[in-house]
């Protein structure tokens, strides 16, 4: 492990399974590498990393010294950045002020504004603007009238910007539902994102098998009503499931056991009953109506919950009923009403999804946060595959906010290849070329669009630009 | 030895105050005349002599055209400008154009810049200051009207450094106003403040909160709007009831004018607590037939408020805009602070109470909470308590000149300072190689319209066409309130900054220059000071032993060593006169012991004999 251990590393905001995922960042681990070695759900170590390059902890190496971002292997600039960052000029700040203003520096690329200032989602004004008073006489720059500061003085006054940019935001009734109705898109983003994870159904699914076993080995026994009531509503999902992996149930974790192996696989044979004087006859009974028991046990299991996936859908909420079709499938995996049912759902709450990251995207673009607003219209483009826009407006802000250009050439290609006759999309793309540094690409690319609109300004200044600096 | 104690000045149109915190206690300091406000007023007599405050103000009528008042009124603007043409029609000093399109005024055929004026104002409560303390005074916080541009507060910032003080900051009247009333009492409170002065009227609404934090959501006000204007509107009645009644135009008489402003100023003040008062100023004019003509005039305190009701009107249309750019109902105000002489009218405290629904608070002193709430703010700043943190904002919005002279915000009104803000623009020219960047204040859409801070030109853009160009413009203002602007390239990534020094009219070398002439001017008077003392002592002393003389002589007549005694008193009193008259301090000082001596000597020899 990479000695990182000092004051200004302790004061960054990770948690556990982020601090366990730089431990292990060595410097020629691919992010593919470590999502195997660490065993962390791979979305999870694509956001981490993100966010531990964004903190300055982690940079992306690059073979030929080609943009940071293009090359997906890592190295540890590492936290000693944090570290020496400490020993830089703070003039005449205590040290309790300079870890302060490090640690909320850091805290200011991640933290929404009610984290930065400390108060609930629910606060009032007044709760505000107490909270706001409370930094701001710690962080005005006159608390440190004609004082040294070195380079801190700039941070300070950053910070002094953002937390007033909070307290505006957060104190003006119509700003503040815009910021809310953004921050509701992206919690609800966030909680489909998990209601919809893969490794979660795995569970489920487990479960179902369990039961089922359960059910057919004791005829007896009434089926265990083990799913917890509200498994499945998206609507009660976790505030904060960011990447926290499915907890496990004590139920699933019983199923596990019982089934001996990883979720989602066929239940074993049942063990043999020894019967002293047993006949062949006899055990081919047995296994007849244990098969049979186990088979209308699946039945029911899956009829149960494509009535749980149907009531969902009657509610409205489409992940949950794409979450119960899926379990149902996966018990009856033939079933052909159900395989439609389910592509049904699952297309409706991928809809939902894909609306809250657009409004998500517009929102970060007003806000000229381009590096989030490139997340999300990537994240729009990878499930409308179709939408032109999407594709553009990703690489567009890929190219503004200094992101990867290859994906930005994917995306844009897309948007060209779906309208071909719209010029904004070659006009993208022909940005994104020029950026990356190809010249004759972006020309080519303009000629076209100019075939469509022979009068379009932007592209004739374009191509002349091109021109001139060849 | 100088102290690290800074002095809050409240520079006023009319008058002027100054207080600094002792023992965390804010406390006026008063003149040696025991007054605690001096007024703003500078004179230059027949024989050269330099007047300021109260004296200045005594001689005012006698010495009409070389007195300068209400110089705040004329700071910081351009000669050209409405204002000062204004001004200037009702001003009975003389005044030029200045080299820098300023205005500058004569005073015994020299020339003064207006910070020079101020500066004469503040090296006076200066003084006043350094006399209470009885050390040097080195660092000094200046109130300005809220709704002053850049150029008006760093005229105002020129006057202090051309007085020897260094300004550590300029701030807000009505803020200051505001951490007067709430200084060290933990409140948490929407106030606003109400200040109409001398010359101007400022509304801000302010709210204090915990940790001692003052954060202001909004302010505005007029810079040409002020008790003055009132006492303007009496002397045009007088003015016009003199010319019925006599057919003479009192206008024409600059000594009349004086004496009928003077006059007006009284009434005005007389009639917040009367309701009725009288002008009476005999031998006003000479008639053409040269008999005397007196003005003689009731007015009551109805015909005042008639006069100036539209004021304030004005003043109360001004709050109503206020509040709704803060985005408050009158209920959340919970107190109403009123500041400056003017408040003190019963008609303003009345539409006041009205407006805001509730009654005006009296826990600030009209004319002194602004210099004691500069004090507190220049206490903060440079103490290690931090009991106060003050969030302002900016009065005006901030921009640049756009195609067309449009004005193109980057800042607005009311933003919390420090910040930055950035905008990209384009070019509006075929090959435009190069951009001029106006700075700009005010809120007018047309960019004429609004205060001009400083220029500066963007150049070896790329030959292109218009619109292509991106230019992106970066605004910023410091704690201090200093304004930085920069413009880059985005193209070639060129880039061009200025930091925006308003211009007061004054260059670099005119301030130091002024300064050091300043700083004469009080070393002179420091000197004359210590002169006069001595004089005093000497002259009182002589006169005493010049009285007993008679009756020593006779007492030692016949003792030859009582001659010798009497004969050495004459010698140390003709050296003692002889010293005086030619105005040697070292030498008076010299012979004051001697003349000591020889008093009590004689004092004892009569006291003896009786």
């Not at chain 1, 029911?300 to 149902?328: H, M, P, S």
């Not at chain 2, 003005?295 to 408020?305: D, F, G, M, T, Y």
């Not at chain 2, 400056?340 to 109470?353: E, K």
């Not at chain 2, 066409?465 to 920069?486: C, H, L, M, Q, Y």
Request: charged content about 30%; glycine content about 6%; hydrophobic content about 40%.
């Amino acid at each position: 492990m990479p000695s990182i251990v000092g004051q200004g590393f302790l004061n960054l905001p990770l948690d556990a399974r982020e601090g366990f995922l730089l431990s292990r960042i060595d410097g020629s681990l691919t992010e593919a590498a470590l999502t195997e070695l660490t065993g962390l759900d791979h979305a999870f170590v694509v956001a981490s990393l993100d966010k531990l390059w964004s903190l300055g902890l982690i940079d992306f190496a690059s073979e030929d010294d080609a943009p940071k971002k293009a090359a997906p292997v890592l190295t540890t600039r590492a936290a000693e950045k944090a570290v020496t960052s400490f020993s830089d000029a703070g003039g005449d700040l205590t040290p309790e002020q300079r870890i302060w203003v490090e640690a909320t520096s850091i805290e200011l690329t991640t933290c929404t504004h009610y984290e930065l200032l400390r108060v609930p989602h629910d606060a009032d004004k007044k709760a505000v603007k107490r909270a706001y008073y409370e930094l701001a006489s710690r962080c005005h720059p006159d608390r440190f009238f004609r004082k040294d500061l070195g380079d801190y003085k700039l941070r300070l006054e950053i910070i002094f910007g953002r937390i007033t940019l909070a307290h505006d935001t957060l104190t003006n009734r119509t700003q503040r539902e815009d910021y809310d109705r953004y921050l509701a898109d992206r919690e609800t983003a966030r909680s489909l994102e998990h209601a919809l994870d893969a490794s979660l159904i795995e569970d489920e699914i487990a479960l179902a098998e369990a039961t089922v076993v359960e059910s057919s080995r004791d005829p007896g026994a009434p089926a265990p009503t083990s799913i917890k009531p509200n498994a499945f509503d998206s609507r009660e999902a976790p505030t904060e499931p960011r990447f926290v992996p499915a907890a496990a149930s004590s139920q699933t974790l019983l199923a596990r056991r019982l089934l001996g192996k990883r979720p989602g696989s066929i239940p074993p044979p049942a063990p043999v009953e020894p019967s002293a004087g047993g006949t062949e006859q006899a055990m081919d009974s047995l296994k007849r109506r244990y098969h049979q028991r186990t088979e209308s046990a699946r039945r029911a299991q899956a009829a149960k919950y494509e009535r749980q996936g149907e009531e969902a859908t009657g509610r409205g909420d489409l992940v949950a009923a794409a979450n119960a079709f899926r379990i149902a499938i996966s018990l009856l995996p033939d079933d052909e009403e159900l395989l439609a049912k389910q592509g049904a759902a699952q297309k409706a709450a991928d809809a939902i999804l894909c609306e809250t990251y657009e409004r998500q995207a517009n929102y970060e673009e007003k806000a000229a946060n381009f590096r989030e607003a490139a997340r999300n219209w990537c994240r729009v483009a990878r499930i409308k595959t179709a939408d032109a826009h999407a594709h553009e407006r990703a690489a567009n802000a890929l190219v503004r906010s200094d992101g990867d250009l290859h994906q930005a050439k994917e995306l844009g290609m897309r948007a060209v290849e779906l309208e071909p006759q719209h010029v904004a999309h070659r006009v993208t793309l022909a940005n994104v070329y020029l950026a990356a540094g190809l010249p004759l690409n972006a020309k080519r690319e303009l000629l076209t669009a100019k075939q469509f609109a022979p009068q379009d300004a932007t592209v004739s200044a374009m191509l002349r630009r091109i021109a001139e600096s060849t | 030895m100088a102290t690290d104690k800074v002095i809050g000045i409240d520079l006023g149109t009319t008058n002027s105050c100054v207080a600094i915190v002792e023992n965390g206690v804010p406390t006026v300091i008063p003149n040696r005349g025991g007054y605690k406000t001096t007024p703003s007023m500078v004179a230059v007599t027949e024989a050269g002599k330099r007047l300021v405050g109260h004296i200045a103000k005594r001689q005012a009528i006698t010495n009409a055209e070389n007195t300068v008042y209400a110089a705040k009124r004329l700071i910081g603007r351009k000669w050209h400008s409405p204002q000062v043409r204004n001004a200037i029609a009702t001003s009975s000093y003389r005044t030029v154009e200045g080299p820098h399109n300023d205005v500058r005024i004569v005073l015994r055929d020299k020339e003064y810049s207006v910070p020079e004026i101020s500066a004469m104002v503040l090296q006076e409560m200066r003084v006043i200051a350094e006399d209470y303390l009885g050390a040097p005074v080195g660092k000094a916080v200046i109130t300005v009207p809220a709704y002053f541009n850049d150029n008006q507060r760093q005229a105002t910032r020129d006057a202090g450094e051309i007085a020897g003080l260094d300004i550590i900051r300029i701030i807000n009247e009505p803020t200051a106003a505001a951490l007067s009333y709430g200084f060290g009492r933990n409140l948490e409170k929407t106030v606003a403040v109400y200040d109409f002065g001398g010359g101007t009227f400022d509304i801000s609404i302010l709210e204090i909160g915990q940790n001692g934090v003052f954060r202001v959501i909004a302010t505005a006000g007029d810079t040409f709007l002020g008790g003055e204007d009132v006492d303007a509107r009496l002397i045009d009645w007088l003015v016009q009831e003199f010319k019925r009644e006599h057919d003479i135009d009192l206008r024409q008489d600059r000594m009349a004018l004086q004496r009928l402003k003077d006059a007006a100023e009284k009434a005005k003040c007389e009639l917040s607590s009367v309701r009725e008062t009288e002008v009476n100023l005999p031998f006003i004019i000479s008639s053409e037939r040269n008999e005397a003509l007196h003005l003689q005039k009731p007015i009551s305190r109805a015909l005042l408020e008639q006069l100036s009701l539209d004021l304030i009107e004005r003043t109360i249309d001004i709050c109503r805009q206020t509040l709704e750019d803060a985005e408050l109902e009158k209920r959340d105000v919970e107190e109403v602070l009123l500041v400056g002489g003017m408040t003190r009218m019963p008609r303003i405290q009345q539409a006041v109470g009205e407006f805001f629904e509730r009654e005006p608070s009296k826990g600030v002193h009209p004319d002194e909470s602004v210099a004691l709430g500069a004090a507190i703010q220049g206490y903060a700043l440079v103490g290690e308590e931090h009991e106060m943190v003050l969030l302002d904002v900016t009065p005006h919005a901030l921009g640049i000149v756009t195609q067309g002279g449009y004005f193109e915000e980057l800042i607005p009104q009311n933003t919390t300072v420090p910040t930055h803000r950035q905008k990209i623009f384009t070019t509006s020219r075929e090959n435009q190689t190069a951009v001029k960047i106006l700075v700009m204040q005010g809120e007018h859409e047309r960019a004429d319209q609004n205060e001009l801070l400083g220029e500066f030109i963007l150049t070896g853009l790329r030959r292109a066409p218009k619109g292509e160009v991106e230019i992106e413009v970066t605004f910023e203002i410091n704690a201090d309130g200093i304004v930085s602007v920069r413009a880059k390239d985005l193209d070639t990534g060129l880039e061009q900054s200025i930091q925006v020094t308003a211009s007061s009219g004054l260059t670099r070398d005119e301030i130091s220059s002024m300064m050091h002439e300043a700083k004469d001017q009080l070393v002179d008077r420091r000197s004359s000071e210590e002169l006069e003392a001595a004089k005093q002592e000497a002259e009182r002393l002589v006169g005493e032993i010049e009285r007993l003389f008679p009756q020593v002589e006779q007492i030692v007549a016949q003792s030859d060593f009582g001659r010798e005694a009497i004969d050495k008193a004459r010698v140390i009193v003709d050296r003692a006169k002889n010293a005086v008259t030619r105005k040697d301090v070292a030498m008076i000082k010299e012979q004051i012991e001697g003349l000591a001596r020889t008093q009590r000597m004689f004092k004892g020899v009569v006291a003896k004999t009786i």
